[in-house]
């Protein structure tokens, strides 16, 4: 007949098997993160982290177009960002609700940088995206007024008028302001 100790000494032995292997495959993702997604996002090489087998895609991406944006390359800080955006949405348009924050910093930088481009309505679409999921973003409410004012008719979706949506509005003489 078993006793109870020799139950237990039983079956510990296979609770504590399970256990150390569970703990040396946590242990072995921790290095693989660390090798493939961490030290790269920390060392500024995005495009690396972006292809590791584990971590944040979307915000690798997104790190990749701000990189991209201060080096002045707006075309490809552009695409980079919308693809950091169809990730996070999974192609849907719907943001997850834990990562609203992130979706409102990709659509601000989408604003500014179509902005750049002189994509004005693209632009206002863009800080109009980054409202909605950020409506207490100052920066994307001033860009957004701003680029209303300039262009009013863009605002409203509308076409033609006296405002050229082409124009730079850095050489609009009503208005100097600059956004961020």
């Not at 002189?118 to 680029?147: G, H, M, S, W």
């Not at 405002?163 to 009503?174: L, R």
């Amino acid at each position: 007949m078993i006793n109870s100790k020799e139950l237990i000494r039983a079956s510990l032995v296979p609770a504590m098997t399970v256990a150390v292997v569970v703990g040396i495959l946590l242990a072995l993702f921790g290095i693989v993160r660390l090798a493939t997604y961490s030290g790269p996002m920390m060392q500024e090489r995005f495009a690396e982290a972006y292809k590791a087998p584990v971590g944040d895609r979307p915000l690798a991406l997104y790190d990749l177009g701000l990189q991209l944006y201060k080096r002045d390359d707006h075309k490809l800080a552009k695409e980079v960002l919308t693809e950091s955006f169809n990730q996070l949405t999974r192609n849907t348009g719907v943001v997850p609700p834990d990562r609203k924050a992130l979706g409102s910093q990709i659509q601000f930088m989408l604003g500014v940088v179509n902005e750049k481009g002189k994509q004005f309505r693209v632009a206002i679409t863009a800080y109009e995206d980054c409202l909605k999921l950020d409506p207490d973003n100052l920066y994307a409410k001033y860009n957004l007024e701003r680029l209303k004012q300039q262009y009013p008719d863009l605002g409203k979706g509308g076409g033609g008028g006296s405002n050229d949506p082409n124009k730079d509005p850095s050489k609009n003489p009503s208005n100097n302001k600059k956004g961020i």
